[in-house]
Structure formats: structure tokens, C-alpha cells
């Protein structure tokens, strides 16, 4: 019997098939603190290891199976992440298969899927606020009667929005693993104080330059009209203002470490930003009679006013990135702002409640000092095929387990505590805590 340092309470379990079986018959109770704990599960049938995995599962743990045979296709299937080492059944079953056949794949994996989850979150917020950004322009012209016109419309569609969203998931996975996790729901703090606060700023920054133009002594307002000609100055300072916003926002919402790379390394996303800021500063600074026509702009007639709509652009450009910098990704303000939050506050998993449990029960896991267990005869009961039938509510029938060990070599040794061993079969919380390889038991009963 190997000695256990009972001051420790941090125990971990390793168990085989026929013991993981012995449990889930007989101690079903006593599973889940098992798989908590449990740090080596070996020699198990295909379908104990599907039990292991959705036994995980149901604890709240994200599973991830390796497999290289036709035996783990049913865990594999089950899990998370299946992944296949070798070319064989088994990569018919999972999704990932590696060129290697080791485990060194498991961390690739994990990176590529936090870079792919912070990059999904990332253009979801950039499409809303793109929305938000654009709806705002209009309701702001429809003040008085304009609109954004035709041209511009596509000009932010096509050019702008439909080109950075699709350069922007180029952006490769970080070079390491990291303790932090990526944000896992959309209704969370960081998302919701994300979208709120850059809408916020996009309103402030294009109502600024809708009211600024205004004030010079050049400036002619807009006149309803039936021909549908909506050039006007305010539709060249709102429409100006909101192209610099794409570009700011998707700069912003392009997080780099620690589950993605710097921008700097998507070199297409590199230049796309290069390119729509050099054509939104054409647009801006000096536009050619024939294209200010086709977009239907009004461009303004002095050259030091429109650099200062570039210094407008400039401006909420750093707003935002110092926003999503120094506030959405500040730790310590998104748990403030989880705390008092009713709605955003998580429930703690079952496995953390179950090792809270056990951490604070002093008699877990309980030993017996003889080193013979109960689960150790039922095993060799069960290979004998004399084990007890069950009885009318599908539990195992104590008196007939009792004759058997009895009528063993086994059990005589047992005669002195039988009642001990009875009393254990009616009270599960007397359980196994950790089981070796084979048939013999680390501790026991």
C-alpha cells in the first residue's frame, strides 16, 4: 500500500476501465468528485472513455480528445475538440487531424481556436457599430431633409466596410498560451461597454462636425428638393467625419496580444487601412470636379478647413483605440463592471462547486488503513461471475454481496468486518479514492 500524506488534502486518482466500471455501477455517487480529481484514466473500453468524456461535459468542462484508432471514435465524436493522430478511422470522426501522431498538436489548436473566437467577437462588434456609425450619419442629415447619397452609400459598403472585415481575419494566432481566457458570451461587460462607449464617441465626433460647419461664414444650408440632390455641406462633413470612423473602429477592434498577433503582421489588412485612409484623405483635402460630382459632395472652399476635418478624423481615431486600449481591456474596470452587474454575473461551474466541496470536507477522501476495499472484491467478484444480482430498484443486494465474500478466500478474510463492509455497500459516502493499475487499489475503503 503506498502511504498518503493525509496533512495534503490536494488528491489526484488514477483508475483503469474495470475500476472506472465498478464505480458507475456501484458508487454513481461518487463519480463526479472522481473526474474532478481524476488525473489518469487507462485501459478503458471505447465506450467508458465516450462515459469519461460526457462525464467531463456534464461538469462543465471544455473537452478536448486525442485519438489514433478506431476505438476513441466515440470519444472523439463526443468531445469539444476531436482530434485524430493518425489518417486512419479515427480522422473520420474528429474534425482536426494531425500530420504528427503526438499530443504537441493540442496547444496549435487551442491558439488557433482563441485567435478564431476573439477574431468572430472582434467583427461582430465592427458590423454593429458600422450599422450604428451609418444610421446615425442619416438620422443626422434627415434633421434637414437630406440624406447620404447613392454613391457614398456604396463607397462605405463596398469599398470600405466589405474590404477591412475580410482583411481583417488574417491576423494569426499568438506565439504562446497564456492564463487569460478570450471573452466567451457577447453579453458580457467588455462587449456591451465596448459597443456603448464607441457608439457614443462616433455620435459626439459626427455631430461635432455637423454643427462646426455650420458656424463658418461661407456655409449654405441644405434646401429640400424633388430631384433626390442631396449635396450639401453637412452631407460632406457627416460623410467625411463617418469615413474616418470605419477606419478608426476597425483599427480598434483589431486586438493584438494575447490570442492574436500585432496588426502589423496582416500584411493585407496593412494595406487596405493604407489604402482607405489615403482615398478618404483624397476625398477630404482635394477631390477632382468629376469625382466630387459622382459622389455628389460639396466640397468646402478652404484647404485649411478641410485639414481640419482630418484633424477631426485623427482625433476620434485615438479616442477610440485609447478607449478600447485602456478601459474595455482593462481587467480590473470589465470585473468591476461583472460585480455589479446582476445579469452579467456567471454561476460558478460544477466542478468548482465540487472541489469546493471536497476542499472543505476534512474526512475526504476516506482511507482505510488495511488497504482492502470493497471495490477491490467487487472486481474480483465480477470476474468470477458470481456477482449478486440486483434488486428491485437496481441497486446491488447487500445481503447476497455478503454471502458471496463469505464464500470466498477473499471475503473470510473479511469475516471480522462484514458488518463494516454491509454498512459501506447502504452508505455510498464511504468511497474509493484513488485506484491503481490492474486489479489492485492505491487506497481503498
Request: glycine letters at 6%.
Amino acid at each position: 500500500m503506498i502511504e498518503i500524506d493525509e496533512e495534503n488534502q490536494r488528491f489526484h486518482f488514477a483508475l483503469t476501465g474495470k475500476s472506472w466500471s465498478a464505480l458507475r455501477q456501484y458508487f454513481p455517487d461518487i463519480i463526479q468528485k472522481i473526474l474532478v480529481r481524476g488525473a489518469v484514466f487507462a485501459r478503458m473500453a471505447p465506450e467508458q472513455k465516450a462515459q469519461l468524456v460526457e462525464g467531463l461535459q456534464d461538469l462543465g468542462y471544455y473537452v478536448a480528445m486525442c485519438g489514433d484508432g478506431a476505438n476513441d471514435c466515440g470519444a472523439l465524436k463526443t468531445a469539444h475538440t476531436g482530434i485524430s493522430l493518425s489518417e486512419a478511422e479515427a480522422s473520420v470522426a474528429s474534425p482536426f487531424t494531425s500530420k504528427k501522431p503526438t499530443i504537441e498538436c493540442v496547444p496549435k489548436v487551442i491558439s488557433e481556436g482563441r485567435c478564431a473566437l476573439v477574431t468572430s467577437f472582434g467583427i461582430f462588434k465592427y458590423m454593429a457599430l458600422y450599422s450604428l456609425t451609418q444610421f446615425v450619419s442619416v438620422l443626422i442629415l434627415y434633421w434637414n431633409g437630406a440624406n447620404l447619397t447613392d454613391a457614398e452609400f456604396l463607397y462605405v459598403d463596398l469599398f470600405l466596410i466589405t474590404t477591412l472585415s475580410v482583411t481583417f481575419g488574417y491576423t494569426g494566432p499568438y506565439g504562446q498560451l497564456v492564463k487569460d481566457l478570450p471573452p466567451s458570451s457577447l453579453i458580457s461587460p467588455g462587449p456591451i461597454l465596448s459597443l456603448i462607449s464607441q457608439a457614443a464617441i462616433q455620435i459626439i465626433f459626427q455631430l461635432f462636425g455637423y454643427l462646426y460647419v455650420a458656424t463658418q461664414p461661407w456655409f449654405k444650408e441644405f434646401e429640400e428638393n424633388d430631384d433626390y440632390d442631396f449635396a450639401s455641406h453637412e452631407n460632406t462633413a457627416v460623410f467625411l467625419v463617418s469615413t474616418y470612423q470605419y477606419v478608426a473602429l476597425a483599427v480598434a477592434f483589431a486586438k493584438g496580444a494575447p490570442f492574436r498577433k500585432t496588426i502589423f503582421s496582416n500584411y493585407l489588412f496593412l494595406i487596405n487601412l493604407l489604402i482607405c485612409i489615403a482615398v478618404s484623405l483624397w476625398l477630404t483635402i482635394y477631390p477632382t470636379d468629376y469625382f466630387a460630382g459622382v459622389m455628389e459632395l460639396s466640397p468646402f472652399p478652404e484647404i485649411t478647413f478641410r485639414l481640419i476635418f482630418v484633424g477631426i478624423g485623427v482625433a476620434n481615431f485615438v479616442v477610440s483605440l485609447l478607449l478600447e486600449m485602456f478601459l474595455i481591456d482593462n481587467v480590473i474596470i470589465v470585473r468591476k463592471c461583472k460585480g455589479s452587474c446582476a445579469c452579467c454575473k456567471a454561476s460558478d461551474y460544477d466542478y468548482t462547486v465540487i472541489e469546493k466541496e471536497m476542499e472543505e470536507d476534512p474526512t475526504w477522501p476516506p482511507l482505510d488503513a488495511s488497504g482492502q476495499g470493497l471495490a477491490q472484491y467487487l472486481q474480483r467478484l465480477e470476474s468470477m461471475n458470481q456477482m449478486p444480482p440486483k434488486d428491485g430498484n437496481g441497486k446491488q443486494s447487500s445481503a447476497t454481496l455478503e454471502e458471496l465474500l463469505e464464500s470466498t478466500d477473499d471475503g473470510r478474510t473479511m469475516a471480522d468486518g462484514t458488518n463494516q463492509i454491509n454498512q459501506k455497500v447502504q452508505n455510498k459516502e464511504d468511497t474509493i479514492v484513488a485506484v491503481g493499475s490492474n486489479d489492485n487499489f492505491i487506497t481503498s475503503l
